[in-house]
């Protein structure tokens, strides 16, 4: 599950089972520190990687970079109105939702204004309870087994073989009279 933020006064909130990770890991994430536990447990872990940019050593003027650093902890994906890229993110994530969302579950036009939000109004703290989030469910990715090749059957054996080259290589070897007859 996936818990999306809207920033506003107060923040809104909305999740859903289960976004895939392409369309979310561009997101900003925002950490859940002043949350209780419950909050936390409901929400579930993500990680998050961070990418030191590169420092210049002023004094030997080399290039020091720095390994990416993984960071394991309860987050929302925060979607700043104001911003374009996360607008622009959001619409992604609301297009995709729109397809894929499960059999009559009803969206609204808007799929932001389904977002509760986290307090009565702007001075007070959390007073949302995680089962008030709406939670909208989507369509399983269906993962299919991988498709066999089509095989060519011999013609005058049981042998198949996966292309049209190597069935010819084969009547060649073991039926030359058929070989023969066909050219
Ligand atoms: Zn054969």
Same mark, same amino acid.
């Given at each position: 599950m996936q818990v999306f933020r809207f920033m506003n006064l107060p923040d809104r909130v909305l999740a859903f089972d289960? @976004? &895939?990770e392409e369309l979310v890991k561009d997101f900003e994430l925002c950490k859940a520190?002043?949350?209780p536990r419950y909050w936390k447990d409901w929400m579930g872990k993500k990680k998050r990687t961070i990418k030191p940019p590169p420092e210049r050593d &002023? @004094? +030997?003027?080399t290039i020091r970079k720095f390994e990416p650093i993984v960071e394991e902890d309860h987050f929302f994906y925060l979607v700043d109105g104001r911003l374009g890229p996360s607008v622009e993110r959001w619409e992604k994530v609301a297009g995709y939702v729109r397809q894929?969302? /499960?059999?009559g579950y009803i969206l609204k036009?808007?799929?932001? =204004?389904m977002a509760v939000p @986290? =307090?009565?109004? /702007? +001075?007070?703290g959390v007073t949302l309870e995680p089962e008030d989030v709406p939670v909208i469910p989507l369509k399983k990715e269906l993962i299919l087994p991988p498709k066999p090749a089509e095989l060519m059957k011999c013609k005058d054996c049981p042998k198949e073989f996966e292309n049209k080259r190597a069935l010819r290589m084969h009547v060649m070897k073991k039926h030359p009279a058929k070989e023969a007859a066909a050219a």
């Open positions: 289960e @976004l &895939p520190e002043s949350f &002023p @004094l +030997t003027n894929n969302v /499960k059999d036009e808007d799929i932001s =204004a @986290l =307090a009565g109004n /702007k +001075t007070d």
